[in-house]
């Protein structure tokens, strides 16, 4: 048995398993990203997309997908590479793609517009050795990097990827311990010093999902962005207001198919809230 420490679920894994994100395993008593190199998705999307607003607006960027996630999110849209039966599959199928041959990749892209590497579509702090090393090779060729995660990591593995790191889109998903717990089996604590510490490295933008029933409260808006805009830099100064926050909607699916889409209204009306406490807020998919 080896336990593993990238979140805070810190599974105890026996010998030749994989923890819950089912991208790590204990290989002769030490714990090994197996889905290193595993490339499920490989596309040049628009930093938009990731969504960042306000990091090389019109840039494009190569996004790199592996397979695993330490949430459960019901909701999931990328859930064929993140924890769904599907997922598992990945392991033995997906191509390997070395750190070096993905930078590769993003140096031929660079006449599409291209500026770097993201790492996203699936977790991407489950497999972080393989965004720090290829990260690094990256930086080296003069690219940068964007990190599109969802926060929950332990602070060890936010130092050893950060310095490597241009840009986060990091998911505040809500704002309750009990939404965080019960529906997503995940962490707030570990998300919200995640976001703390990230902000100090690198750009952050964050992005919450409004799902009905579950986090679409003014309160709980007015909670959360009053948190983001007391967030601080390296030196104690408070710098949170200026946190970019996209508020997405939720759309049914995989296994929240229970409910509607999210209101247009409500989501323009929780992007009011927001803007009484930041500066930058986007809507999407509205």
Known sequence: MARCGVCFHRCDIPEGKSGLCGARSNRGGVIVPINYGKLTALALDPIEKKPLRRFHPGGMILSAGSFGCNLRCPFCQNHAISWSAEAS????????????????????????????????YNEPLVG?????DAARLSHEAGL???????????????EATGPYIDAMNIDLKGFTDEY?????????????AFIARAVQLCHVELTTLIVPGENDTEDEMRKLTGWVSGLKDASGHVIGRGVPLHISRFFPRFRMTDRPATDVGLVYRLADVARECLSYVYTGNC
């Open 89 to 120: 599959a990945w392991a033995d199928n997906a191509r390997f793609v070395s750190p070096a041959e993905l930078v590769e990749n993003a140096l031929r892209a660079r006449h599409s517009g291209n500026i770097g590497l993201a790492f996203t």
């Open 180 to 192: 965080y717990v019960n529906k997503l089996g995940g962490s707030l604590d570990m998300t919200k």
């Open 128 to 132: 972080w050795e393989y965004v720090r």
């Open 144 to 158: 940068l990097n964007v990190l599109v995660t969802n926060g929950t990591a332990a602070l060890p593995v936010l």
